[in-house]
């Protein structure tokens, strides 16, 4: 049973920084293409970072320069990095893994950024 597991969120002042963590269980994670998503309310899901199971990355315009999506295939884990966060940022983020037409979500983690 695939198992995606968010960590890292939390409150953060803006310009400040955050790292979010995917652990991924159940799965051979290295085939997987990696995903994260924001939700903000009332908002609908978005796109914010992809990577590949060959590690291509693709982000959305909003956060391009300032996060960066990574994966770590020998821990099953998955990263995204937040910086320069701004107000805007504030949302849950979700991990999505993506096999074919195999997709599967994380139960999410709150980000807050507010002074």
């Known amino acids: 049973q695939v198992q995606l597991v968010e960590s890292g969120g939390g409150l953060v002042q803006p310009g400040g920084s955050l790292r979010l963590s995917c652990a991924a269980s159940?799965?051979?994670?290295?085939?997987?293409?990696m995903g994260w998503y924001r939700q903000a309310p009332g908002k609908q899901r978005e796109l914010v970072a992809v990577?590949?199971?060959?590690?291509?990355?693709n982000y959305a315009d909003s956060v391009k320069g300032r996060f960066t999506i990574s994966r770590d295939n020998a821990k099953n884990t998955a990263y995204l990095e937040m910086n320069s966060l701004k107000p805007e940022d504030t949302a849950t983020y979700y991990c999505?893994?993506?096999?074919?037409?195999?997709?599967?979500w994380g139960q999410g983690t709150q980000v807050t950024v507010s002074s």
């Open positions: 999505k893994a993506n096999f074919r037409q195999f997709d599967a």
């Open positions: 159940g799965m051979i994670f290295s085939i997987y293409n």
């Open positions: 990577i590949t199971s060959g590690g291509s990355t």
